[in-house]
């Protein structure tokens, strides 16, 4: 069964503090690993999709990589507007349904 | 970035009633989706909305509780009928476009549906 798992649950951050998130999956073949965004009481906001083991993206302060079992997202030098929840999502190979499956989210905090 | 406008952004329903919940995209996309979030919850996909015909339901949603319509490619609704204090949840719609070799899925704000 294709599965996601994202660690840790929560994460408390100084401002300036790197620390990275881990997104394990189990998938029949992966068509796509994507990242999200997201703040209370809003919808998902997409950061990367990420396709082969050894691909990276970055945008501000994020940087995703993937290998072929997790996925990083990598926060360099936090600030307080990075607090949010980042959701992991996979798309798996053998199906052109395009449907993602979703792990359970880090919660980040990160204190001035 | 495709824009998804969803709407409503809340309500407040009685139980028995229903809504529907719409959405529309920017520009062309691939393919639209419904996910539920609960409380707390990660996102659960509801079905997929394929234009012009019936919806792709997930296991656990049914076309009579979840009738979903796509009559074109930037517009589908979500009607939640005969709705409980379980249907309480975020609804959101989601949209995926195909960019070169790139996908791009994005989602609407939601809508959040409080049943009482």
């Known amino acids: 069964e294709d599965q996601v798992t994202q660690s840790p649950e929560a994460l408390r951050l100084q401002e300036g503090e790197s620390s990275s998130l881990n997104c394990s999956y189990t998938?029949?073949?992966?068509?796509?690993l994507f990242w999200y965004r997201q703040d209370p009481g809003k919808g998902p906001e997409f950061l990367f999709t990420?396709?082969?083991a050894g691909e990276e993206k970055e945008k501000e302060r994020l940087k995703a990589t993937l290998t072929k079992k997790e996925s990083f997202l990598h926060i360099t030098a936090p600030k307080p507007e990075d607090s949010a929840t980042y959701l992991c999502a996979v798309q798996e190979g053998s199906s052109n349904t395009g449907k993602l499956i979703f792990g359970q989210g880090t919660t980040l905090q990160v204190k001035p | 970035s495709a824009v998804i406008s969803q709407k409503p952004s809340r309500d407040i329903c009685q139980r028995g009633t229903s809504l529907t919940i719409q959405c529309q995209v920017d520009s062309q996309v691939t393919m639209m989706f419904w996910y539920r979030q609960q409380p707390g919850q990660s996102l659960t996909l509801i079905a997929t909305a394929n234009q012009g015909s019936e919806a792709t339901y997930e296991s656990g949603f049914v076309i009579d509780k979840f009738p979903i319509s796509r009559p074109n490619l930037t517009f589908s609704t979500l009607t939640v009928s005969n709705m409980s204090p379980e249907d309480s949840s975020i609804y959101l719609c989601?949209?995926?476009?195909?960019?070169?070799?790139?996908?791009?899925?994005?989602f609407g704000q939601g809508t959040r549906l409080t049943v009482v």
């Open positions: 990420l396709y082969s």
């Open positions: 998938v029949s073949g992966l068509r796509g």
């Open positions: 989601s949209a995926k476009r195909l960019t070169g070799r790139n996908t791009e899925a994005f």
